[in-house]
């Protein structure tokens, strides 16, 4: 894997290693002085086996939270499905504080901070990759990564010195990479991605089953 920059798997509060981000960070304090508003950190086992990657916190979701997927419409389906394979315990709520609990897994976004519009720069991402390396490298047990999303697909094989010319993101598409985990795809569960049908409950949950398979299979 890429030596990162700093060997610290989450940013400070009030990090301003992007400054567009930063900036958009300190509106949404003046604005909404009650909310979370910080690099949101990751959320899980330390010793899990798998590692879902997200794309960055929503506005009203982990930024509003401070929790990975929680407060919007994407978080209900992931931590259902989560639920489902046995990787998540207690009922989510959307609250940080619902009590639920995730076993054998965790949740990393490769940007950590809001981006405007939900649209990170290429420089953001790579920055923010110094933070999502020594998340991956301190999981002892990981033998397995879920990309959510093209964004997360890019940013995972970059961590591992890959090439996406080859791995091309497919939903369901798995990946070996030689200095790493197995990498599966998935297209985002985002509102949009459910609500156009390109992404249903069940093309989901067979990501997650299928991931669950492959890892007893090297068990």
């Not at 965790?106 to 939900?118: D, E, G, M, S, T």
């Amino acid at each position: 894997m890429t030596d990162a920059s700093t060997d610290r798997a989450e940013p400070s509060s009030e990090c301003k290693l992007c400054p567009r981000l930063a900036r958009f960070r300190a509106e949404q304090r003046r604005a909404h002085p009650d909310w979370f508003n910080a690099p949101v950190p990751s959320f899980g086992d330390s010793d899990a086996w798998l590692a879902v990657v997200g794309l960055a916190p929503g506005l009203t979701g982990a930024n509003r939270t401070g929790r990975p997927f929680t407060g919007d419409h994407a978080g209900g389906l992931l931590f259902e499905t989560l639920g489902k394979v046995g990787l998540a315990k207690g009922s989510y709520s959307g609250r940080a504080d619902d009590g639920l609990t995730l076993h054998g897994a965790i949740i990393i976004n490769a940007v950590r901070c809001l981006p405007p519009q939900n649209k990170p720069t290429t420089q953001e991402i790579h920055t923010c990759r110094q933070f999502l390396i020594p998340a991956l490298n301190q999981l002892p047990n990981l033998t397995t990564i879920i990309a959510l999303g093209t964004v997360a697909h890019g940013s995972v094989l970059r961590a591992y010195d890959e090439k996406q010319t080859h791995h091309k993101f497919g939903h369901g598409a798995e990946h070996r990479l030689p200095n790493g985990p197995l990498l599966i795809d998935s297209y985002h569960c985002s509102r949009y991605n459910q609500n156009t049908g390109r992404l249903t409950d069940a093309m989901f949950e067979r990501v997650f089953a299928q991931a669950v398979s492959r890892h007893r299979e090297k068990a």
